[in-house]
Nanobody
Framework: QAQLVESGGGFVQTGDSLRLSCVHS????????MGWFRQAPGKEREFVSA????????NYADSVKGRFTISRDNAKNTVYLQMHSLIPEDTAVYYC??????????????????WGQGTQVTVSS
């Protein structure tokens, strides 16, 4: 069974950068589309970004477009989320998710089939 483990979260200041990583095991990573979601305290989980299995197409939420970049290294079974110009509103637990629909760039949670445990990102003003 596929498993995902996120890392790279932390406590940063406004304007700082972080890179999140998500390592996949137990399946054919290169055949899965991957996504990043986040959940802030008291709010529902929301879509952040997605990337197709080949890495050729990406999708971003408007709130992070131009600041965040998703990428993947299929040789390392890893998907990344590079975050720049962080603001307090980015504070959340960040989750990576995998979808068997290799070409999806979906922002809908229901189209993702397995999830990591999350990593906390806190941005201080």
């Amino acid at each position: 069974q596929a498993q995902l483990v996120e890392s790279g979260g932390g406590f940063v200041q406004t304007g700082d950068s972080l890179r999140l990583s998500c390592v996949h095991s137990g399946g054919a990573f290169s055949s899965y589309a991957m996504g990043w979601f986040r959940q802030a305290p008291g709010k529902e989980r929301e879509f952040v970004s997605a990337i197709t299995s080949s890495g050729t197409r990406t999708n971003y939420a408007d709130s992070v477009k131009g600041r965040f970049t998703i990428s993947r290294d299929n040789a390392k079974n890893t998907v990344y989320l590079q975050m720049h110009s962080l603001i307090p509103e980015d504070t959340a637990v960040y989750y990576c998710a995998g979808s068997v629909y290799s070409s999806t760039l979906a922002y809908t949670e229901g189209l993702y089939h397995y999830w990591g445990q999350g990593t906390q990102v806190t941005v201080s003003s």
